[in-house]
């Protein structure tokens, strides 16, 4: 009994370190490749640096969708460290966007929610701008394209409603960098003809997007080792290495969806609790 134990421990240990490997691997071709389109130098941001290498597009974008550009920027910010994450340098990924199943481009792998999740590679920052606005464009964020464009003190708290991040301070957080920094002056008004024009264009096109947006916005599923797959009831076993966010994430809800769907009212759980995800 003892050497069948032994045995499969060793397998599971092999197993690991294959995929480790194969991952690590993954990531050296993409670092390669992106160090070679830089000469093997990467500029080196600051925070204000950042703000002027990338406020053209986040205008950009604010001028496509109606997304303030103090928020990208500021998103951009916290989430790729000013530009400097390996995230950042190497796969052009300036906000954390994940492989989803109908992703085609190329794979970058971190610890994040898990060991060796999956982020998107953008040919360059621009694509990942881009995409971060494709990103909001869908149902649980659509009540946000209503706001106007720069009203970032409520896109800030919007976004903590919707789901987008679990940190209880996450809008002080951004509200914090766009004061600190002055990026609401990137932000501008918009008549209301203009507004009414871009909210039809917006809204028809998260109109289009909600009956794929299983396909195109549920992350990966990389279940963490041991972890018990939905069973036929919708349900999932909470195990070691779990968090609210992060079994909302996989599951393609928000967290306060998860919550309401189980009649909880705080954010802990406990190993072997089972969880409504349907």
Same mark, same amino acid.
């Given at each position: ?19 480790? =490997?194969?991952?690590? %691997?993954?990531?050296? /071709?993409?670092? !390669?490749? #992106?160090?070679? $389109?830089? &000469?093997?130098? @990467? ?105 106007? =464009?720069?009203?970032? %003190?409520?896109?800030? /708290?919007?976004? !903590?409603? #919707?789901?987008? $991040?679990? &940190?209880?301070? @996450? ?108």
């Amino acid at each position: 009994m003892k050497f069948i134990f032994f045995y499969v421990a060793f397998a599971v240990l092999l197993l690991s370190a294959c995929g480790t =490997r194969k991952y690590s %691997k993954n990531n050296k /071709q993409i670092e !390669k490749a #992106a160090n070679k $389109a830089n &000469n093997n130098t @990467y500029k080196s941001y600051n925070t204000l640096s950042y703000i002027d290498e990338f406020k053209a597009v986040a205008i950009e974008e604010m001028n496509s969708d109606g997304i303030p550009a103090s928020i990208t920027l500021a998103q951009g910010i916290l989430e790729s460290g000013s530009g400097n994450s390996d995230l950042a340098k190497y796969a052009n990924n300036h906000f954390g966007i994940k492989c989803t199943s109908d992703w085609k481009g190329k794979n970058y792998f971190r610890d994040d929610d898990q060991k060796n999740d999956c982020f998107r590679v953008y040919k360059d920052a621009r694509e990942s701008f881009r995409d971060h606005s494709e990103f909001l464009k869908r149902k649980r964020y659509s009540f946000l394209f209503q706001l106007d =464009r720069n009203d970032y %003190k409520s896109w800030a /708290q919007g976004l !903590k409603t #919707a789901g987008y $991040a679990t &940190n209880p301070k @996450y809008p002080d957080l951004l509200i914090g960098v766009i004061e600190k920094y002055q990026l609401y002056q990137y932000d501008q008004p918009e008549s209301e003809k203009q507004k009414i024009a871009r909210e039809d264009r917006v809204f028809t096109e998260i109109n289009q997007n909600i009956p794929k947006e299983k396909e195109k916005f549920a992350p990966v599923e990389t279940p963490p080792p041991g972890a018990k797959p939905i069973i036929a009831d919708g349900t999932y076993t909470v195990v070691k290495g779990d968090t609210l966010y992060n079994i909302a994430k996989r599951f393609n809800l928000s967290v306060d969806e998860l919550k309401m769907l189980n009649e909880m009212t705080s954010d802990g759980i406990k190993l072997g609790q089972v969880l409504k995800v349907k």
